[in-house]
T-cell receptor
Framework: AQSVTQLDSHVSVSEGTPVLLRCNYS??????LFWYVQHPNKGLQLLLK??????LVKGINGFEAEFKKSETSFHLTKPSAHMSDAAEYFC????????????FGTGTRLTIIP | ETGVTQSPTHLIKTRGQQVTLRCSSQ?????VSWYQQALGQGPQFIFQ???????GRGNFPPRFSGLQFPNYSSELNVNALELDDSALYLC?????????????FGQGTRLTVV
């Protein structure tokens, strides 16, 4: 069975400072890992995905994540937070090729302090 | 904005009633997945439809059922509504299962059961 654990339910950072959202995964196979963002009253948007190519994955809006198999982690980072980054972020795992069932974490709410 | 549209955006139903939610997939996508997102939680996979056939199901009772039409649009039906069915229901469309491509989400239908 696959699962993800988002280690922080809420993260607050000041505008212009680095962002770190932590995610650990559990998977029986080589997983595909994703980060999605959900802004209020908007649909889920894919930030980036890892599918067994490069372990450092670059996404949209300056976000990136590093896949570390030894630590079963897939943390999301951004060098400098912007006010528009305030949203809910979900770490997601998929291992069932054939239907791409996505298993979501419980989410991390990112607050940006002006 | 993705090309995935859901209707209605909001609705209120009474316990015991039945409800139908609708989803139009992005052009060229033949796979639709449905997710339930309870308040403060991550989305949970309900089921997926590929070329009008169910292609995988999550841990939801049979009163949750679906359809996919020849134009690849989809419906989610829930019978005998319970208070715990109150949630945001998300539809995602993608290319064929196993294609390892991005799933595009609609903005969701917020269902309230009273």
């Amino acid at each position: 069975a696959q699962s993800v654990t988002q280690l922080d339910s809420h993260v607050s950072v000041s505008e212009g400072t680095p962002v770190l959202l932590r995610c650990n995964y559990s998977s029986s196979y080589s997983p595909s890992l994703f980060w999605y963002v959900q802004h209020p009253n908007k649909g889920l948007q894919l930030l980036l995905k890892y599918t067994s190519a490069a372990t450092l994955v670059k996404g949209i809006n300056g976000f990136e994540a590093e896949f570390k198999k030894s630590e079963t982690s897939f943390h999301l980072t951004k060098p400098s937070a912007h006010m528009s980054d305030a949203a809910e972020y979900f770490c997601v795992v998929s291992e069932e090729f054939g239907n791409e069932k996505l298993t979501f974490g419980t989410g991390t709410r990112l607050t940006i302090i002006p | 904005e993705t090309g995935v549209t859901q209707s209605p955006t909001h609705l209120i139903k009474t316990r015991g009633q039945q409800v139908t939610l609708r989803c139009s997939s992005q052009s060229g996508h033949n796979t639709v997945s449905w997710y339930q997102q309870a308040l403060g939680q991550g989305p949970q996979f309900i089921f997926q439809y590929y070329r009008e056939e169910e292609n995988g199901r999550g841990n939801f009772p049979p009163r949750f059922s679906g359809l996919q039409f020849p134009n690849y649009s989809s419906e989610l039906n829930v019978n005998a509504l319970e208070l715990d069915d109150s949630a945001l229901y998300l539809c995602a469309s993608s290319l064929s299962p196993g294609s390892n491509t991005e799933a595009f989400f609609g903005q969701g239908t917020r269902l309230t059961v009273v």
